[in-house]
């Protein structure tokens, strides 16, 4: 479904991504891994028109798409989870929500995934009036995966989902992350911890100073010492 090849970005006169090369296979849950500063989150803006790459190609299901706008990827099926949620803090939750579908105009189709969103996350429903602002951390990562999946993705790209939550909710958010995979999404997954990673996908990709160092099915990582010692700092 995607397919990177050779991307190449710059910050300036700082190349942050050097000729980074893979795929994410169609209704697969693909993670990218590794430490801060390595170019997980440079990746996923590019992948969704935030970054302008400075070279390579971008294939979603064959057509290039390297360098269109942000709202091209979104009516074309690729949408992002950010880091750190980045809710509407003043907002509600019905509002954040329905933001997610800010390119569709079909009422009726909105009103539908709307409460599809509530089964999914029925914590939610019972505080769709609250601003979203006043939940708690694994509430408002409900709502930034909710708001992503009102847009109708083909392919969601996750930014650490797992980042600053209780290990209870962690456990949960695998199991979100593993039935939105049921339901046919394709997941490309950025990670810092392991553990999720190895939970969630079949394969793993690991960037170290803007280059893939290392790539292996995901569930052997956690046992495999040179991948924790020399590119996870463990």
Request: glycine share 12%.
């Amino acid at each position: 479904m995607l397919d990177i090849r050779n991307l190449k970005v710059s910050y300036g006169l700082t190349q942050v991504l050097r000729d980074v090369s893979f795929s994410v296979p169609e209704g697969k849950i693909v993670a990218l891994l590794g430490g801060n500063g390595s170019g997980k989150t440079t990746m996923l803006n590019t992948l969704t028109g935030l970054v302008k790459p400075g070279g390579g190609s971008i294939l979603f299901q064959g057509q290039e798409c390297a360098g269109i706008d942000a709202s091209d990827f979104v009516k074309r099926g690729v949408v992002q989870v950010p880091q750190g949620r980045e809710v509407w803090a003043s907002m509600s939750v019905d509002d954040n929500l329905e933001l997610g579908a800010a390119t569709r105009h079909d009422r009726a189709g909105i009103k539908t995934d709307l409460a599809e969103i509530y089964e999914l996350f029925p914590k939610l429903k019972v505080h769709r009036r609250r601003n979203a602002g006043s939940l708690s951390g694994g509430e408002q990562q409900m709502v930034a995966i909710g708001r992503a999946l009102m847009a109708r993705p083909k392919c969601l790209l996750m930014d650490e989902p797992s980042a600053g939550l209780a290990p209870s909710i962690v456990a949960d958010m695998v199991d979100t992350i593993l039935a939105l995979n049921k339901r046919g999404l394709t997941i490309l997954l950025v990670e810092q911890n392991i553990g999720v990673a190895a939970a969630v996908a079949e394969y793993a990709h690991i960037l170290q100073s803007g280059e893939i160092a290392f790539s292996a099915p995901a569930p052997g990582l956690v046992d495999n010492p040179a991948v924790l010692s020399s590119y996870l700092g463990r």
